[in-house]
């Protein structure tokens, strides 16, 4: 069982945070309680979806990102742009335009993610092909989605496809380019990735599989967005347009990011697409009680609509999905026409990076384990069952826990009291055995003695 703590994209603000809990209830793995009247992450548990980043009524949760000006630190500076990067921007506005006021921002570089998109396939079907006996094999494309399965669904990370994602495959190449064209030595090329979620800053400061990311920094995709937006606004209409060299992504590249986009390149014969964590959950869920058979490759997606979705996203996720469409479908154009050639740019480089693709083993990080030793976990979860059958199960959490099973866990590894619970409270104070303030300080240590006194005066 892995023991190296997670490095988190997701932070709490906990002056801003007013504990109103719908965060806790938001979270799919209960990462989440409430403490004197705040919220309180517990980073094991965490998968970075952004799902309480979502709910959070005063932004209390945010998402960190590394410092703009960091990028001047390296003498060749590569911005690492995700095709739903392009896809926030309104048709008239050109790929070549967008790589030009990147450039006047300071990047030296650009190149879209999905240029890896060939090799990435090759290498899952071909890791397909040499593992018959595992299935279903499940996509490590979204990094949420493996964090979810290693920490809610420990026993199918064998499933996971050990490779790298295309954004460490692009980092790689480009890397690599720059070096052999004698310009810069390594020390001199910063890799910045443009990210549209708080997941990925997770992959890239703390990767599964492996030790340390090619990528230098990581900068958030709405304040990229932002400030090129803003030029393009101060420039009007009266701009003319540099043409500049731009990724040759294929049309199954740029839909790569989209639900349906990686299944639809696999040799799979039986698979599914599905996207919105919930919904993930549900499907794992069957998947792992056996409900669900004769599967050889799932594509699962954290975000609803997939990397459209994304919290970091400055647009409607549909509206981002159908200009992505859009642009596959004049690519496809010219590939007819033999206008554009389909992805070549990293075709001289294969054999070095399918050499070099896999990562290490992806080990499992279950919230489950009460203990290392298996005869104490099985005490334990003899009392979690014990104090589950005495609770409500309302699920209402009042306890500062999501719900009735969360507490009893934590009751067990010493987290909480069962007179946390209301209905306990309540039961106590019948009987005799519980002061009105006791059961007071009990609300006040939960929910913070303001907003309980608050409560009172307002009664």
């Not at 701009?239 to 390149?265: M, W």
């Not at 294969?350 to 009460?370: H, Q, Y």
Request: with cysteine.
């Amino acid at each position: 069982m892995e023991k190296t703590p997670f490095t988190h994209g997701l932070a709490l603000d906990k002056d801003a945070c007013i504990g109103c809990s719908h965060c806790m209830k938001a979270c799919p793995t209960q990462a989440l309680r409430v403490y004197d009247g705040k919220a309180t992450l517990m980073p094991d548990r965490c998968i970075d979806c952004g799902n309480c980043f979502k709910a959070c009524p005063t932004r209390a949760i945010y998402v960190k990102q590394d410092d703009w000006n960091d990028i001047f630190n390296f003498p060749c500076r590569v911005a690492l742009i995700p095709s739903v990067f392009m896809g926030q921007f309104p048709p008239e506005i050109t790929v070549s335009r967008i790589y030009s006021i990147l450039k006047e921002l300071g990047f030296t570089h650009i190149i879209e993610t999905e240029s890896a998109v060939p090799i990435y396939t090759a290498a899952k079907n071909k890791y397909a092909a040499e593992h018959p006996n595992i299935r279903p094999l499940i996509s490590s494309f979204c990094p949420a989605i493996v964090r979810l399965i290693q920490v809610r669904f420990p026993g199918l990370v064998d499933n996971l496809i050990p490779i790298k994602a295309p954004i460490d495959i692009t980092a790689s190449y480009i890397k690599r380019k720059l070096m052999k064209e004698g310009d810069y030595h390594e020390e001199d090329i910063g890799l910045f990735y443009i990210t549209p979620c708080a997941a990925k800053i997770a992959a890239v400061k703390s990767p599964v599989g492996e030790e340390k990311s090619l990528i230098d920094g990581v900068i958030n995709m709405d304040t990229v967005f932002n400030q090129v937006y803003k030029r393009i606004k101060m420039q009007g209409k009266n701009y003319k347009e540099q043409k500049l060299p731009v990724s040759q992504l294929s049309a199954d590249s740029v839909l790569t990011s989209l639900t349906n986009g990686e299944r639809r390149l696999s040799n799979a014969h039986h698979s599914y697409s599905i996207d919105e964590l919930h919904n993930v959950i549900e499907f794992l869920e069957k998947v792992e009680n056996d409900e669900i058979d004769d599967v050889d490759f799932l594509e699962l997606r954290a975000c609803d609509q997939s990397c459209p979705g994304g919290i970091l996203t400055c647009d409607n996720r549909f509206l981002i999905a159908e200009r992505m469409f859009a642009r596959a479908r004049k690519l496809a154009d010219r590939e007819r026409r033999g206008e554009q050639a389909k992805d070549h740019e990293l075709e001289e480089e294969r054999t070095f990076l399918m050499r070099n693709i896999k990562v290490g083993e992806i080990k499992p990080r279950s919230m489950l384990i009460l203990d290392e030793n298996t005869s104490k976990a099985l005490e334990k979860m003899t009392k979690i069952n014990e104090i589950r059958a005495m609770l409500p199960h309302t699920d209402c959490g009042a306890c500062g826990a999501p719900d009735c099973d969360s507490l009893a866990r934590d009751i067990v590894c010493g987290n909480a009291e069962l007179s946390d619970c209301i209905f306990i409270q309540r039961n106590l104070e019948a009987r005799g055995n519980m002061s009105s303030d006791e059961a007071t300080k009990i609300l006040e240590i939960i929910w913070g003695s303001q907003k309980v006194n608050e409560f009172v005066k307002k009664k």
